[in-house]
């Protein structure tokens, strides 16, 4: 026993005595009484018997209303595939950097009213610029052809020491992402890619 933890409380957790291989009698607020891991009471990871998270889902759903709806479960998946290194998507999107902002995190009412209802069942939360993460101005709803496209015109491309997206150098170019794009993928050099001019009445997607 590395500690005594005896008497501390923890959330909501009273800690009563040690009963071995590193686990705690501990009572709950409510009265409930079970051993918890040792690592859990330091660490906080367990704050109640699983009332406390009852009565805050209880809240939250008379607070909105909405938490049986197809909006509720987007938000949902989109935190724990961010935040929970257990979700089977956290690999994709939170192990590789990808962050839901705070304001959304915290409320599924400002998650909403930054982006709106969900246009119909195909459509799913996307993020427009890939490199950024789940925050206002930066989602929107798409069906899954589009969030495709999406994800090829984010595709990053450096030129003369400056990286950018696909997309935003068929702005800056002026010559458009989709002509860029066909042209790399026909073995263009990214420099002449990016600075032939797209000619009115030519073929511009010319391998020539």
Request: aromatic share 10%; net charge positive.
């Amino acid at each position: 026993m590395a500690q005594d933890l005896a008497g501390r409380v923890v959330g909501r957790w009273t800690v009563v005595e040690y009963v071995g291989k590193s686990y705690w009698k501990c009572r709950c607020e409510c009265g409930t009484v079970k051993n918890v891991f040792t690592g859990n009471l330091t660490a906080s990871k367990t704050l109640s018997c699983g009332c406390l998270r009852k009565e805050v889902v209880s809240v939250t759903s008379r607070t909105h209303g909405l938490s049986k709806t197809a909006e509720y479960r987007v938000w949902a998946g989109m935190k724990r595939r961010c935040q929970n290194k257990n979700d089977k998507a956290y690999a994709d999107y939170g192990g590789k950097g990808v962050t839901v902002c705070q304001q959304w995190s915290d409320s599924f009412e400002s998650f909403l009213a930054d982006v709106g209802k969900r246009p119909s069942a195909k459509h799913e939360i996307d993020r427009i610029d890939n490199s950024k993460g789940y925050e206002p101005g930066n989602c929107r709803w798409a069906t899954r052809s589009a969030q495709a496209n999406n994800k090829t015109n984010n595709r990053p491309i450096t030129f003369n020491g400056t990286t950018q997206t696909l997309a935003a150098w068929g702005r800056a170019t002026g010559i458009g992402s989709v002509t860029i794009q066909f042209r790399l993928d026909h073995g263009w050099t990214i420099e002449r890619a990016l600075t032939t001019p797209a000619e009115k009445g030519r073929n511009q997607f010319s391998k020539a």
